[in-house]
């Protein structure tokens, strides 16, 4: 089975503040990865799909790269309502794993 | 608009069994793929099954081969998981989820969950 490691598991950051969040493949995956995001008590919202592909209604502030291993979700200015969990997903071979989460929160 | 709404949760003991449903509804069900996906109490995401447009193609996490079966109905637009031999372990909410436009662009498309409680 494809692991997948998020990285870092909890993010302080403000309002406007730059984000990065990694995701790391056990094994290669092409472009093959989705990111979510996830808000207490609610379902995952789709962010980005094949690694750098905004889904339609998502601002742009969000943004995807990378292929192969390593993978990166930036939100380039936090908004109030950025504050969730974010979640990366493998497409490339069942299982469709899930990385294990970053919990992202107001400092 | 795409709708898909889970039911059939509720409080079951280890190794009884339950049927969850999806009614989709918005949407031409018969093109997509579907999944179920689940997060235990605090935790994180974990995929669960998989079935293709036509059910010719069936997938399992391996937490669950062997005791969850899932289905679907086409001309019913409804999406089935059964769940046999259930654990403690199997708590948690349920979601079924469409993908977007094909496996390979995600879960578009998601269920509000419906609760699944193993317990004595």
């Known amino acids: 089975d494809i692991q997948l490691t998020q990285s870092p598991t909890f993010l302080s950051a403000s309002v406007g503040d730059r984000v990065t969040i990694t995701c790391r493949a056990s094994?290669?995956?092409?472009?093959?990865l989705a990111w979510y995001q996830q808000k207490p008590g609610k379902a995952p919202n789709l962010l980005i799909y094949?690694?750098?592909t905004l889904q339609t209604g998502v601002p742009s502030r969000f943004s995807g790269s990378g292929s192969g291993t390593e993978f990166t979700l930036t939100i380039s200015s936090l908004q109030p309502e950025d504050f969730a969990t974010y979640y990366c997903?493998?497409?490339?071979?069942?299982?469709?794993?899930f990385g294990q989460g970053t919990n992202l929160e107001i400092k | 608009e795409v709708q898909l709404v889970e039911s059939g949760g509720g409080l079951v003991q280890p190794g009884g069994s339950l049927r969850l449903s999806c009614a989709a509804s918005g949407f031409s069900f018969s093109d997509y793929t579907m999944n179920w996906v689940r997060q235990a109490p605090g935790k994180g995401l974990e995929w669960v099954s998989y079935i293709s447009s036509r059910s010719n193609t069936i997938y399992y996490a391996d937490s669950v081969k062997g005791r969850f079966t899932i289905s679907r109905d086409n001309a019913k637009k409804s999406l089935y998981l059964q769940m046999d031999s259930l654990r403690a372990e199997d708590t948690a909410v349920y979601y079924c989820?469409?993908?977007?436009?094909?496996?390979?662009?995600?879960?578009?498309?998601w269920g509000q969950g419906t609760l699944v409680t193993v317990s004595s």
């Open positions: 094949t690694a750098s």
């Open positions: 997903q493998q497409l490339k071979t069942y299982p469709y794993t």
């Open positions: 989820a469409r993908v977007t436009y094909d496996i390979l662009t995600g879960y578009g498309y």
């Open positions: 094994q290669g995956i092409t472009n093959y």
